[in-house]
């Protein structure tokens, strides 16, 4: 079928031995490299790998099959591939893969370290590693997730057509893979002064000056890790001994926003001032039910509704609280209504 030397086909042959404990070993690593970057907590955008072919390999041979003494000496009949979102990624996740396997060095290549103007999507690091158990070396490759979709642009276009490129689109495709490694660098650069932004807020937060704390979702994810309603939550269980159930305290954030709050110390001084308010609000509405679950958001909740009707947001402002948390039900303006009939029983609206 193919023109191969007896030498090449000696090879061959043993491929289409060897096949099945390639197939096994490639489940195997799929398997060994999704649960090393789940214990190391680490997301990868995708993991491929595939086994050569005999079609590809016998082309390969037929090229420089004088190359190779054995099987043994091809290094890519089992290739696998890790592509990251980011560029930082692929160091981490060459670490990874150094401690899981032994890595050929004399053998692997960092083509990063070779820099053309043309090559961004050729910018993977490549290892060439042993696995135990396995007899034969297998590949790694690791690179961004736009360095991979370059390449595969760059291929179908260029590469694959069997036609000389005119060096007007290649001067093209040039300027587009410089776009695309910018592009690649910047997103690398905006996550790691996000993690720097969030690690500032954290320590703001923590030192208690959260007048200098812009409200907005990373300083209120952080500050509700402090659980800033659970003193008044707690309060509020015992009427009951009721058990309180967890739930995502986020959605509070456009209301705090809507009540004026521009800082975390505003949605502080709303928790100080008006407790004991947003209590007596689940007196009422508590004292005469058996309910022993409450929602975590019932402080956050009572605390919105104590403001809006000391401040004069009667009924509207209560309906348009409910709408926000619930979305636009006609059940919400009835609420409200009885909301604010019963108000005028709270001790905190006459005070």
Not at 9 to 17: A, C, D, V
Not at 226 to 232: A, E, S, V
Request: hydrophobic content about 40%; charged content about 25%; glycine content about 6%.
């Amino acid at each position: 079928m193919y023109a191969l030397d007896a030498h090449s086909e000696t090879i061959l042959q043993e491929y289409r031995e060897q096949r099945p404990i390639f197939l096994e070993a490639e489940h195997c690593l799929i398997e060994r490299l999704r649960k090393g970057f789940s214990d190391a907590g680490i997301l990868v955008a995708a993991l491929e790998s595939r086994v050569k072919t005999e079609l590809s390999l016998a082309g390969k041979l037929e090229l420089k099959g004088s190359k190779y003494k054995s099987l043994a000496d091809i290094t890519d009949i089992l290739g696998l591939r890790i592509i990251t979102s980011y560029i930082d990624d692929v160091d981490v996740v060459a670490s990874i893969v150094e401690r899981m396997f032994e890595v050929d060095w004399e053998n692997s290549i960092d083509k990063r370290k070779k820099y053309n103007p043309d090559s961004f999507g050729y910018l993977s690091l490549h290892y060439i590693c042993r696995m135990e158990g396995f007899p034969y070396r297998f590949e790694i490759q690791m690179r961004t997730l736009l360095q991979h979709a370059w390449s595969n642009m760059h291929h179908d276009t260029g590469y694959k057509s069997g036609v000389e490129i005119p060096q007007e689109y290649i001067r093209n495709m040039n300027r587009l893979a410089g776009m695309l490694e910018l592009v690649d660098e910047q997103f690398s650069l905006i996550r790691s002064e996000l993690t720097d932004y969030r690690r500032r807020v954290q320590s703001l937060v923590a030192s208690g000056d959260l007048d200098d704390v812009l409200l907005d979702s990373n300083t209120f994810r952080s500050y509700l890790e402090m659980d800033p309603f659970g003193r008044l939550n707690r309060r509020i269980a015992t009427i009951n001994q009721a058990e309180i159930h967890a739930v995502s305290l986020m959605p509070y954030l456009p209301i705090f926003k809507g009540l004026g709050c521009k800082t975390l110390g505003g949605v502080s001084r709303i928790i100080k001032n008006y407790s004991e308010a947003a209590y007596q609000i689940a007196c009422y509405q508590m004292g005469l039910t058996d309910l022993d679950i409450i929602s975590a958001s019932v402080g956050p909740q009572n605390l919105c509704i104590a403001y809006i009707l000391k401040n004069g947001g009667g009924r509207e402002g209560i309906r348009n609280l409910f709408d926000e948390l619930l979305g636009t039900l006609h059940s919400n303006d009835a609420m409200a209504g009885q909301l604010v009939e019963q108000s005028k029983d709270f001790p905190f609206m006459n005070q």
